[in-house]
């Protein structure tokens, strides 16, 4: 008896079957929503735990006000470093008698500052730029409070120190709005 020959095997591709595909990902438990709401991407990310998602919704105006903000402190930190003197004139309109120590060290930290909000703006990590923000928050409080301070001790009331104080009320209450807003959950649709 004479066998017949096979035809020759037909390779299944399932990386182009989408059906395969697909019943390959509920097996594995990937692409799906789980309790949280957070679609893994991988078994990797479903595995550890990973709380970064990967899509971040800002609240509109957010990149262009910490963008502002940041260039706003490069211009500070360049006038305190390089002009001390005439930076503190400018804003209390008496002039330092001290050294200008504490100015240039003002603007160091300033630099500091925008540093971390430059780098805060190239990300889409949720928890950097919810850092960033609360680093923006605690520096207007604290320049608040210090000013405040400041104009207290000296007994007097420019009307630069004023702008000044109101303006960093108000970016205060933009920044901690900014912050309360990337912290809320998305709503499910």
């Known amino acids: 008896m004479a066998s017949k020959p096979h035809p020759p095997l037909m390779k299944k591709h399932s990386q182009t079957d989408l059906i395969s595909r697909l ?28 709380e970064t998602k990967f899509a971040v ?30 930076l503190y004139e400018l804003l ?9 120590l504490s100015v240039r060290l003002y603007g160091g930290a300033l630099l500091s500052l925008s540093l971390i909000m430059w780098n805060g703006l190239y990300t889409a990590e949720k928890i950097v730029i919810q850092w960033t923000l609360l680093s ?6 604290v320049q608040f409070l210090v000013t ?18 109101l303006s960093r009320v108000l970016f205060l209450v933009v920044t901690m709005s900014f912050y309360y807003h990337l912290g809320r959950r998305a709503k499910k649709i």
């Open 23 to 50: 019943k390959s990902r509920k097996v594995l438990g990937v692409g799906g929503e789980d309790d949280d709401g957070e679609v893994h991407r991988s078994k990797i990310s479903q595995m550890l735990g990973n």
């Open 57 to 86: 919704r800002e609240p509109g105006g957010q990149e262009a006000a910490v963008f502002d903000w940041t260039e706003l402190f490069c211009c500070f930190c360049t006038q305190a470093l390089v002009f001390p003197n005439q």
């Open 92 to 100: 209390f309109e008496e002039e330092l008698s001290t050294t200008s």
């Open 136 to 141: 923006e928050a605690c520096y207007f409080a």
């Open 148 to 165: 405040s301070v400041t104009l207290i001790e000296l007994g007097i009331l420019p009307n630069a120190a004023i702008l000044l104080l």
